[in-house]
């Protein structure tokens, strides 16, 4: 009986010792495997969520503000941005005051906090009243419906006769519910058949069909160079130019004749040009001053009112 007991003592102990160093050898082994391979957190740049056919509405009270749509939209949120492929944002206007525009691209970002839009790839902005914008990038502020570029830009009137106003430049903004928008450099314009228009800057306005230049303008009308401070086109829907209105500095060369002055309006239906704030026209070795001067382009009728000083060789009317 106690060797029976003894036998049993014998085996638990070799039991629990096998046991014991088998249990320290797992804890090691699984040690080892925890050191060469750690658990890291590796953080996930990809979005957090993707849609497709994505659609996204501002409204303010009941009124509709904007409409976007995209193929796709990629939400990163954490950091409150949505990407979107091949997106038109559709700017709601009242068919009034407010003028409404459609803003396509093959991609955008939309800034949730900022509430701002920056459109990439080719970039085409349409007008309800027919004009296209074209560009790189645009950045869309929603808040105050204001559009921003520093990249190269062209510009078109889809008008009644066809595209009849062409404008080119680099960096522009403007607000397209208003019709306000302004190249910033190297402009080069052209309204209508005849006109042709160099600057550092314009500010255009698609609703009063009117373009305003300012900073080295030089401009040509048919056979007439124009330089000056400021010159102020206005044109019909045909895309006729109305009148052209030059300020500061004003010189005016045409054939024979060199116009100097102050202001001068240019008559855009017919040949007619008035100068006024301190006039001298030039005609050859003939020089006419004035308190107003008038003359046509196509033929040598010239009016001069309150005449200031006769050193002119010809007859010319009062």
């Not at 979005?47 to 503000?65: A, C, D, V």
């Not at 001068?264 to 006039?279: M, R």
Request: aromatic share 10%; charged share 30%.
């Amino acid at each position: 009986m106690r060797k029976k007991t003894i036998l049993s003592i014998i085996i638990f102990s070799l039991v629990f010792l096998t046991g014991y160093f088998t249990y320290f050898k797992i804890k090691n082994v699984l040690s080892q495997k925890e050191s060469f391979f750690p658990i890291i957190a590796v953080k996930h740049e990809g979005p957090t969520m993707r849609i497709k056919g994505f659609k996204l509405e501002e409204s303010n009270g009941e009124k509709l503000e904007w409409v976007l749509a995209a193929d796709e939209a990629q939400m990163f949120k954490d950091k409150g941005e949505i990407l979107f492929t091949t997106v038109s944002t559709d700017v709601k206007g009242d068919g009034k005051k407010k003028e409404g525009y459609v803003i396509k691209s093959s991609s955008g970002m939309y800034y949730t906090k900022e509430d701002k839009i920056n459109f990439s790839g080719k970039v085409d902005v349409n007008t309800s009243n027919g004009y296209n914008f074209t560009t790189e990038s645009v950045l869309y502020t929603a808040k105050d419906k204001k559009l921003a570029t520093d990249d190269d830009i062209a510009v078109k009137g889809t008008l009644e006769k066809g595209d009849k106003i062409f404008v080119t430049g680099k960096g522009f903004n403007g607000n397209a519910e208003t019709g306000d928008f302004n190249i910033r450099d190297k402009v080069y314009t052209k309204v209508g058949a005849n006109l042709e228009i160099k600057s550092n800057k314009v500010t255009i306005n698609t609703k009063k069909s009117t373009a305003i230049f300012v900073n080295e303008i030089v401009a040509k009308k048919d056979k007439m160079n124009i330089k000056g401070d400021k010159l102020e086109v206005t044109y019909g829907k045909s895309g006729d130019v109305n009148d052209i209105d030059v300020e500061g500095n004003v010189k005016l060369m045409m054939d024979k004749k060199v116009a100097l002055c102050d202001n001068a309006v240019i008559k855009g239906n017919s040949s007619e040009i008035v100068l006024t704030g301190k006039p001298e026209l030039h005609v050859g070795e003939d020089i006419m001053v004035g308190e107003k001067i008038v003359f046509f382009t196509d033929n040598d009728e010239v009016f001069v009112e309150k005449v200031k000083a006769d050193v002119s060789r010809r007859g010319y009317k009062k």
